[in-house]
């Protein structure tokens, strides 16, 4: 074996290339459609090559961690994600009436990004602990660990990252075996609890969910983002008009056209079967995903990859949803597409988890 043969084996040895792969041909169109959303601005274009570049090594390292060590993580990352979101309650910056970054004299920090994939390793860790003697307190006890970050989240306020950390967390309770009937009685309080919840919610969350019903009653304020998009989405036809050819998109009637609302520049330009295409290759990515989950070796393994997974969706579900007028508008991004440097790495350091879950001896019960 020649050297480059050899140095190519250990960059690789513990990296799913198929799972590359798809990340890799998602990530090139999130850079083509970025493009044409921010009309040809080659400076917001390098930065999200540089954030992909640096997710994409640190997914590489963290796939190199071995089992062991990322079940040991779980508890200490936790903790500390728990620490610090307190001190966003208590120190937090507030930008735009919202109170989600904490100032650590280097650099500020949004801890909630952090408990995406701390609070399912935490349930995971738990739940393997437990494995053996599970019982219903234990699906209390880690409903509770889930529980605890979300109430800090929600104050904040940020409903978008709150839905994803709680389908995470549901996730996790769902794959460890948590009863149908206890499903259904939980989807009955939860029904039971809507008034209590719509009384908790801020005035312009309020405003997002009417104009989820009827956009029109507020076309130039909450219901602008819905009506735009649908319009761009629907403008798109079977073909969509080209690439750098969207009228929505460049006569600017579109807003957080590079964000949140990217698919809707995607859909406007290449129609409905570039949204075939591209969610064809979302679900090769998920349906790898589930892939190696199935073929985990433990409670702890099945459970995060399975979260992960799962999560990845619960992203592309909610982001979609939300474009084209079926969900309110919570602030999701599209996986990989949207612009961004800190949903890049944490989808990616999650990816690196399932890497290393695939490519790593597995894990035995002792």
């Given at each position: ?12 040895r ?46 590489w390292?963290v ?58 390793l ?9 494995e053996?003697t ?91 983002h ?26 600017d ?44 070796s ?18 592309i ?50």
């Amino acid at each position: 074996m020649t050297s480059s043969a050899r140095l190519w084996h250990y960059l690789t040895r513990y990296v799913d290339n198929f799972l590359l792969v798809g990340l890799l041909l998602l990530m090139l169109v999130g850079l083509l459609v970025l493009y044409s959303a921010t009309d040809a601005n080659l400076s917001r274009v390098s930065n999200q090559l540089i954030n992909m570049l640096v997710a994409l090594a640190i997914m590489w390292l963290v796939a190199n961690i071995p089992l062991q060590h990322i079940m040991r993580l779980a508890v200490p990352l936790y903790m500390i994600g728990l620490i610090l979101l307190i001190g966003v309650a208590l120190f937090g910056e507030i930008q735009n009436g919202a109170r989600r970054w904490l100032n650590i004299g280097v650099t500020r920090i949004q801890p909630s990004e952090l408990m995406k994939l701390a609070v399912p390793l935490m349930m995971a860790w738990y739940f393997d602990k437990h494995e053996v003697t599970l019982r219903l307190r234990d699906y209390a006890v880690a409903t509770l660990l889930l529980i605890l970050p979300l109430l800090l989240i929600l104050r904040q306020p940020d409903l978008g990252t709150t839905l994803l950390i709680a389908s995470s967390g549901f996730y996790v309770l769902f794959l460890a075996g948590l009863s149908w009937r206890i499903i259904a009685g939980l989807l009955i309080v939860g029904l039971g609890s809507l008034p209590v919840l719509w009384a908790m919610l801020h005035d312009y969350q309020r405003r997002r969910v009417m104009t989820l019903f009827d956009p029109t009653q507020d076309p130039l304020g909450a219901g602008y983002h819905t009506i735009q998009s649908t319009i761009a989405v629907g403008s798109g036809g079977l073909i969509g008009k080209g690439w750098q050819q969207g009228t929505q998109t460049h006569l600017d009637f579109l807003p957080e056209k590079s964000t949140d609302f990217i698919f809707a520049v995607f859909s406007e330009e290449f129609g409905l079967v570039g949204n075939a295409a591209l969610l064809l290759l979302y679900l090769v990515v998920i349906g790898r995903g589930m892939m190696i989950t199935a073929n985990a070796s433990t409670q702890f393994t099945r459970l995060v990859a399975g979260s992960i997974t799962l999560t990845f969706f619960t992203y592309i579900f909610v982001n979609i949803g939300m474009v084209v007028g079926i969900l309110p508008v919570v602030g999701v991004p599209l996986p990989l597409i949207s612009y961004g440097g800190t949903s890049m790495v944490t989808m990616l350091l999650g990816f690196g988890i399932l890497m290393s879950i695939e490519t790593h001896p597995k894990l035995v019960k002792t």
